[in-house]
């Protein structure tokens, strides 16, 4: 029996060397000298992958996407295992009454970056973030005192996160009394109380983290900026918010329903 013909199979792929990285995974370089990325980039790489289920009248090309392991999980569960018992935030469905906080990370040639954001719950909007190189209690509350300045909430306003040793820490506790914020933690084991938060993060290193590799903690942070800025809070739709976008639902929220003038 003949060997195998060597000449007919395909040559291997080269990589680069600059495209990889000191952490042995493969991607494209970026510098900082070529960001921002322009928001029309992102409106036209991130469209086949963002939003559930868009209408057959929008205008962009769309695809019915993955749903996440949120929902392949709930799918899974019974209908009594579906109803999770209220939490403190759960019962506001308002703009500006309760915030939602959490903490990723990206990798870098650096190191990592850890990326601290702040979710209005009722706009899914991202009102307030930061990246650092550390996990201390300073970043989360870098994070929620942009919020607080973004958003000016009244007395009373609700944060919920997980229990992670920064949002437990005195010194945060002590920004949320010194700002009226009340405090909601996660129930111990139920990843529906994460369910915003990681809905976003996995939305952004779809969209944005994992098509790169990233250089610098400055580049991410660059980026970072701009998709959520640009991209994230004015123009991706949503589909808890009737397909439109975080900045457009609040508008709409916010508008004063002036009273339709008498016909003549």
């Known amino acids: 029996m003949s060997g195998p013909n060597i000449n007919r199979q395909p040559a291997l792929r080269q990589t680069?060397?600059?495209?990889?990285?000191?952490?042995?995974?493969?991607?494209?370089?970026?510098?900082?000298?070529?960001?921002?990325?322009?928001?029309?980039?992102?409106?036209?790489?991130?469209?086949?992958?963002?939003?559930?289920?868009?209408?057959?009248?929008?205008?962009?090309?769309?695809?019915r996407a993955d749903n996440g392991a949120v929902s392949r999980r709930q799918r899974s569960l019974t209908p009594r295992q579906k109803r999770p018992r209220p939490t403190l935030w759960a019962a506001t469905s308002a703009l500006r009454t309760a915030l939602r906080g959490d903490i990723t990370y990206i990798r870098t040639w650096e190191g990592w970056a850890y990326l601290a954001t702040v979710i209005d719950l009722a706009s899914r909007r991202i009102v307030g973030f930061c990246i650092a190189d550390h996990m201390r209690a300073s970043l989360v509350e870098d994070a929620l005192k942009m919020a607080l300045k973004s958003r000016r909430p009244q007395p009373g306003l609700i944060f919920h996160s997980d229990r992670g040793s920064q949002y437990t820490s005195r010194s945060f506790r002590l920004l949320l009394a010194q700002n009226q914020v009340r405090q909601s933690l996660s129930r111990p084991g139920q990843c529906w109380d994460n369910a915003v938060a990681e809905s976003f993060f996995g939305t952004l290193k779809t969209e944005l983290v994992h098509r790169h590799a990233w250089q610098t903690r400055a580049a991410v942070r660059l980026a970072v900026f701009e998709y959520i800025e640009v991209f994230y809070n004015r123009i991706r739709i949503h589909s808890a918010l009737g397909y439109r976008a975080p900045a457009t639902y609040e508008a709409c929220t916010l508008q004063p329903h002036h009273p339709a003038a008498p016909a003549a």
């Open 16 to 63: 680069p060397s600059c495209a990889v990285t000191s952490a042995g995974f493969t991607g494209t370089a970026v510098r900082p000298t070529e960001l921002p990325v322009s928001t029309s980039n992102f409106a036209r790489k991130a469209s086949p992958s963002h939003g559930s289920e868009l209408p057959a009248s929008w205008p962009r090309k769309a695809s």
